[in-house]
């Protein structure tokens, strides 16, 4: 893995909002994308995909179509680190129990979640790993702005990160 990087744009609780303008404050396109779920409709998965290789995961919103195409959870193994995405996960130090479960089975080194709409990257000491919810990169709820996280993964470790911010009312240009 030596000398070999990658930039992952990470969002969540999109809720059928397709606007991807905010790529344009990106240096360079990602070379993947993960979506923690809330998707609304597959037009933004499929947008997402036209951009980069594609991971997600099915939200509490989605309806059948959606949960057909993407699963409640995924592991996976990305430039050397391990990988759990699922939309309903909890907080620090309060995880749900299945959330708990999949925890202690895959030992993530990153677990990724979303539907609270509150953007919020901390390391969880306990289980070691580094908790990342990218909030809301839609236009619908309580959330005052849009966010989402691009993370650049080095020499299979998280580099750096960096939390993209935008008004909830922001619409494209």
């Known amino acids: ?20 303008h905010f790529l344009k404050d990106l240096e360079r396109m990602p070379d993947q ?3 923690a779920g809330d998707i609304g409709k597959l037009e ?6 036209e951009i980069a290789p594609l991971r997600a995961v099915y939200g509490n919103i989605d309806d059948a179509e ?4 993407f699963p409640e959870y995924d592991f996976f193994k990305y430039q050397g680190l ?7 996960g909890g907080k620090t130090g309060s995880y749900n129990r299945r959330v ?3 925890i202690k089975k895959y030992r993530p ?11 919020k990257v901390e390391r969880d000491r306990k289980n070691n790993l580094l908790y990342i919810n990218p909030g809301a990169i839609g236009i619908q709820g309580f959330h005052k702005f849009r966010t989402c ?7 299979g470790k998280p580099s750096a990160l960096r939390v993209l911010e935008y008004p909830r009312n922001m619409t494209p240009g």
């Open 1 to 20: 893995m030596s000398g070999e990087s990658a930039q992952v744009l990470i969002l969540s609780d999109s809720h059928s909002w397709s606007g991807l």
């Open 33 to 35: 994308i993960w979506h």
């Open 44 to 49: 933004v998965t499929d947008k997402l995909a």
């Open 66 to 69: 959606i949960r057909r195409c």
């Open 82 to 88: 391990r990988i759990l995405m699922t939309h309903i």
């Open 100 to 102: 708990n479960e999949l």
């Open 109 to 119: 080194n990153i677990f990724i979640c979303g539907q609270s709409h509150i953007c």
């Open 149 to 155: 996280i691009l993370l650049k993964i080095s020499e």
